[in-house]
């Protein structure tokens, strides 16, 4: 059972997956997603879940963070607006409550980032 997801790349390094439909978000957060991969979504509205795949030799440094924050504002119901609150955490940090509707989940430990939504300048 694979997710239809959207790529894009921060620097040419960062892989950055995008899910398209609450099915795809839940394959992507819950399955796609490596315990220490960054895990984000817009706050308090619709949007896609998106999830930064990390590196084992380097941790992503706030900038790739906030890019990868900006792509989750992007793709969500705060595109048009100006900055936007997205929460991010490690996906292992990530589950599904019981019984939850496809698209669902609780995290902890997040983070939030205050971004202006966008996508990445070097695709």
């Known amino acids: 059972m694979d997710a239809d997801v959207t790529t894009y790349y921060i620097d040419g390094v960062w892989e950055v997956l995008v899910g398209r439909t609450d099915r795809d978000n839940d394959i992507l957060s819950l399955r ?3 315990p220490n991969d ?4 817009i706050n308090g509205m619709p949007g896609s879940h998106v999830v930064l795949r ?11 963070l906030e890019q990868a924050a900006a792509i989750a504002a992007y793709h969500s119901k705060a595109r048009a607006g100006g900055r936007a609150a997205v929460h991010g955490t490690l996906a292992k940090h ?3 409550p019981p019984k939850a509707k496809p698209g669902t989940v609780h995290i902890k430990n997040e983070r939030t980032f205050k971004v202006k939504p966008m996508l990445p300048t070097n695709l």
């Open 32 to 34: 796609m997603a490596r």
């Open 38 to 41: 960054w895990w984000f979504h």
């Open 54 to 64: 990390c590196h084992d030799r380097e941790p992503p440094t706030r900038d790739i």
């Open 94 to 96: 990530v589950s599904k």
